[in-house]
């Protein structure tokens, strides 16, 4: 790897941090988190883009407050939401086969990315509960965890792709 390249994975591991810093209240609020994890899979490429989330996850990992609310740590990803920043891991290798194809298929690999972050992140988050001995109800999960953020993440998937568009010759 040269510097160039670690420099890149390195900024935009810090936008990531920084995004899912940045809440937007609303009846429920939401991070611009996903829109720097997309926007560093479509400006960097599927590897480089992993690089970058794979980065973040392991600093908050570490110690260092880069979650959503300025936490950190095991216990976060261990948590009931946590299931959907390891997701994001999953985001490039579904992005990957459509990395050189025309701008839609880019638009629709992404959204195929955002549901599997939906799906494990649900699945987790019914691990969690259900080895808590709580009763689980998909329904109820999925109308507090995923139907409020559906709107949202669909313009910031939009949003990363503008973004990535006008950035891409420029880095």
């Known amino acids: 790897m040269n510097v160039k390249r670690i420099c890149k994975i390195g900024i935009l591991s810090a936008l990531i941090a920084l995004c899912a810093w940045i809440t937007i209240p ?6 611009l988190q996903t829109f720097a994890v997309f926007l560093a899979i479509m400006l960097l490429g599927w590897k480089d883009g992993f ?3 794979d980065v973040y996850v392991v600093l908050g990992v570490a110690g260092l407050p880069v979650f959503s609310g300025f936490r950190s740590g095991i216990g976060v990803l261990l948590g009931a939401t946590g299931g959907y920043i390891v997701g994001f891991l999953l985001a490039p290798f579904i992005m990957l086969p459509f990395e050189r194809r025309g701008r839609a298929a880019r638009i629709l690999s992404a959204a195929a990315a955002l549901v599997a972050c939906y799906v494990f992140g649900t699945l987790w988050y019914a691990f969690v509960y259900m080895s808590g001995g709580k009763e689980f109800d998909i329904l109820s999960v999925l109308l507090a965890c995923v139907v409020p953020f559906i709107i949202p993440d669909v313009i910031k998937i939009a949003l990363s792709f503008a973004v990535s568009e006008r950035l891409r010759d420029k880095i």
């Open 51 to 53: 690089f970058a989330v």
């Open 26 to 31: 609303g009846p429920v609020p939401f991070t």
